[in-house]
């Protein structure tokens, strides 16, 4: 297990390094672009049928958590937190997935804080300034980028492992701009931010799912059936994400006057 | 006459041989040659030797569009050459890459300023440090490693920031600052890495008369100290005020060079650059009477 | 003759622009102007001078509607415009110079100017006209793209574009900004000639004694406020104006 965790964090860092060298130079939206591309190029080699050996094709790969879960220390049975009842499976998850997302938001704040941190927030605003006080900009775009790869490996891996299925399915562009939304949503360049924005955005997207689901089934919408509930769950987070962009951009954690200096 | 003599002697040490646009000097921090730029159809930057007198205050002068901000950025690697060479210390740095230009000794500010405004006034100064163990990325994570550096980098920016009467504002965001004030920031900060030559694209643009008394007297100070200055200028007053020599650049070519009595007294140089009425009381004349005069 | 200028210069009665003690600023919370007054009579060249962070560009941002005014009143000819926006105010010939990106790159210098009649585009050759007498190079050159033109050639644009609105109030930010000597004397005799053709000026200027030689009245500002004031001569010549504002490197 610890194998393919180590591989999967290496295969982020070179990934990163490898899409890093020829993109780094392009601009902000640019680089976007070819981002999300590049992971489009990623999925669909996935789901091929020529790695099938490796990586499933296109039914992908599951029941690959034994290890993982043998290292839970929870005893067998359930546990109820108010009205959720989870086994020990799902808790010891939780508790890995918390504890990991508690870890890097330490070294992001110790990080940030330090003169590292200093010089990207420089790198961020004006490239050419931090070159001309005799920094390399690009090596610091390119340990960002392997940072953000990284961090978002470790999420990847904990989320396969508690479903235990990895399909190439599951990372389709939705996923994410959804990812987008809850960085906005939290603020971004925040670390606080990522974290509570994650939160309460799935939380409103599982809370839209049963309300609406609820008020169909009490006949309160007689105009929707419960597939089209479904759909029009995205159609709220798309409205949603407007309504942020225009009235609160800088999310629940971001600095306002930050975003006004750029504007 | 006492001030000639020694301005005299003063000169006799800059120039070596008969001085002429491109001319050698006696001792030289810099030596370009063959530097050329187009851009399209335009030729902003055509040099065939320049050399830049080492410890002395050098102004480089001339119209908008001449070409000194593209040199600038030729010479410290923001810009590509079409072709040339320099050589700077003894290194070539033609095709260096602008960082290493900076950590080799030689920094430049901006025309239009670059103070960072999502940092503090001190984090920017503190942003000019080298050698900083913190700014590498696993370093950062160990505080013991960069902290005693850090702490004598703050020092260091702390009395460079009295000097430039900036100490009051070191707390506040750079965006604050009005556009003076950002620009004394961005000099203060380049000299936070003891720089050997110092290039400053129009220092004193919009800083406020009274302070540029007191700041030229902080560039006279770098010069006792050993640093050599290169500065774009169109004050002159100023240039007349500190510079030890005067290269004057028009269409990209270096026109003119010598010290700053002589050069301002070029009759080409007045045409193109000074203007006729330097020291005349604008309310007493009228566009009619330029034209006709010209 | 100075006091003459003087009691204009109480009397709000007949001026063009009057601001009223205002207080303004960009951030909420924070004010550039604390209790700012100014006052412009028809046909005078006022000019605000002082040191960086006092507010002159606010100050001009601001009658121009391009800044919140917290507090107090601004009237042009008698008629409230605090807070009101910029395109109305061209509609009542006031016109605004900015300090930077004042051109349209990518147009020519002629569609530069078209832009500045686009409320009144029939006046565009009467206005062509005038504004080619002054700045004649404008004329020959109209077909040149404004992003290929040097610095000073801009700020020519630049005024020009505002000049085709034929203004009554022409509001110039630092006019001098970045140009040569002989192109900042070039510049100023030619806000003088505006003026004598009519147009009142208000100018923010760095270059305060250039500004000071061709002004009727100007402002000192500082620290948001107007600090000192009297006519272009008296301000000249003042000792403490000039150990506080001017310098005297023109003297060494």
């Known amino acids: ?263 | 006459m006492a001030k000639k003599a020694t301005a005299e002697a003063h000169l006799e040490a800059i120039a070596k041989g008969a001085i002429e646009p491109g001319c050698a000097k006696v001792d030289p921090i810099l030596v370009a040659d063959n530097v050329t730029r187009t851009f399209g159809g335009l030729t902003a930057v055509n040099v065939a030797h320049v050399e830049i007198p080492r410890g002395k205050i050098t102004a480089l002068i001339g119209p908008n569009g001449a070409g000194k901000t593209t040199l600038f950025n030729l010479l410290t690697g923001f810009d590509k050459p079409n072709t040339g060479s320099w050589n700077f210390e003894g290194r070539q740095l033609a095709g260096v890459a602008p960082h290493k230009v900076a950590r080799w000794g030689m920094v430049r500010t901006f025309q239009l300023t670059k103070a960072l405004s999502l940092l503090t006034v001190l984090d920017n100064m503190r942003l000019g440090a080298q050698d900083n163990p913190g700014e590498g990325f696993f370093r950062a994570f160990v505080k013991p490693v960069w902290a005693a550096k850090e702490k004598e980098i703050t020092e260091r920016a702390e009395a460079l920031l009295k000097r430039f009467k900036l100490d009051a504002k070191s707390e506040d965001y750079a965006a604050a600052l009005s556009g003076g004030q950002r620009k004394l920031l961005e000099m203060a900060r380049a000299l936070m890495r003891d720089p050997k030559l110092v290039m400053l694209d129009e220092p004193m643009a919009g800083v406020n008369p009274a302070l540029t008394q007191s700041l030229l007297e902080h560039i006279k100070g770098l010069k006792e100290h050993g640093t050599t200055v290169l500065f774009v200028e169109h004050d002159m007053h100023m240039v007349r005020h500190i510079s030890d020599w005067v290269i004057v650049m028009a269409e990209g070519k270096i026109v003119a060079e010598g010290p700053p009595g002589d050069v301002m007294k070029n009759q080409a140089v007045i045409d193109a650059y000074l203007g006729a009425h330097a020291d005349v009381d604008l309310g007493t004349v009228s566009i009619d009477t330029v034209r006709e005069s010209k | ?252």
């Open chain 3, 1 to 252: 003759m100075s006091e003459n200028l003087l009691s204009k210069a109480v009397s709000k009665q007949d001026a063009v622009v009057f601001v009223d003690n205002i207080d303004a600023g960009y951030l909420p919370g924070i004010n550039i102007l604390n209790g700012c007054s100014l006052t412009a009579h028809e046909g005078e060249l006022i000019g605000i001078i002082g040191p960086n962070g006092a507010g002159k560009s606010t100050l001009l941002k601001a009658i121009f509607g391009l800044v919140n005014v917290r507090s107090g009143k601004i009237f042009l000819k008698g008629e409230d415009i605090t807070n009101l926006k910029a395109n109305k105010l061209v509609s009542k010939k006031v016109a605004f110079v900015p300090q930077t990106n004042n051109v349209f790159p990518s147009l020519s210098i002629q569609e530069n100017l078209e832009m500045g009649v686009f409320q009144n585009p029939k006046d565009f050759d009467e206005r062509f006209e005038f504004v080619t007498s002054i700045f004649p190079d404008l004329g020959k050159r109209r077909a040149q793209k404004a992003g290929s033109l040097s610095g000073g050639e801009r700020q020519m644009v630049a005024m020009g574009r505002a000049l085709m609105v034929n203004p009554s109030v022409l509001l110039l930010d630092e006019p001098s900004a970045g140009l040569s000597p002989v192109r900042q004397d070039e510049a100023f005799l030619r806000v003088k000639q505006v003026n004598k053709a009519g147009v009142t000026v208000v100018m923010v200027e760095q270059n305060a004694r250039r500004c000071l030689q061709i002004c009727d009245r100007a402002y000192v500002l500082d620290q948001g406020k107007d600090s000192y004031t009297g006519t272009g001569r008296e301000l000249l010549n003042d000792p403490k104006m000039v150990e506080l504002y001017l310098g005297n490197l023109a003297e060494l």
């Open chain 1, 1 to 263: 297990m610890w194998g393919s965790f180590g591989f999967g964090i290496l295969c982020a860092a070179v990934f990163a390094l490898v899409l890093g060298i020829p993109t780094l130079r392009l601009r902000a939206d640019y680089l976007a672009i070819v981002t999300i591309a590049a992971a489009q190029a990623l999925y669909y080699a996935f789901g091929t049928s020529q790695f099938a050996a490796v990586t499933g094709g296109s039914n992908g790969l599951s029941e690959f958590g034994g290890d993982f879960y043998a290292l839970n220390p929870i005893p067998k049975g359930r546990y109820n937190l108010g009205i959720i009842s989870l086994s020990e499976k799902e808790v010891w998850v939780r508790v890995v997935a918390w504890g990991l997302v508690l870890i890097c938001a330490i070294l992001m704040y110790v990080l940030t804080k330090s003169p590292w941190g200093r010089t990207l927030k420089g790198i961020r605003e004006d490239e050419d300034a931090v070159r001309s006080l005799g920094k390399n900009v690009f090596v610091y775009k390119m340990q960002s980028l392997v940072l953000g790869g990284v961090i978002g490996a470790l999420g990847g891996i904990v989320f396969t492992l508690s479903s235990q299925t990895n399909q190439p399915s599951t990372w389709v562009s939705n996923f994410t701009f959804m990812t987008w939304t809850v960085l906005l949503l939290g603020g971004a360049a925040t670390i606080l931010g990522p974290v509570v924005g994650s939160a309460v955005f799935f939380m409103f997207l599982m809370l839209t799912q049963t309300v609406l689901e609820g008020l169909v089934n009490i006949g309160a919408l007689p105009f929707l059936s419960i597939a089209q509930v479904g759909q029009i769950r995205y159609l709220l987070v798309g409205l949603f994400l407007m309504l942020l962009v225009i009235f609160r951009p800088q999310g629940f954690f971001g600095n306002k006057k930050e975003m006004q200096f750029n504007g």
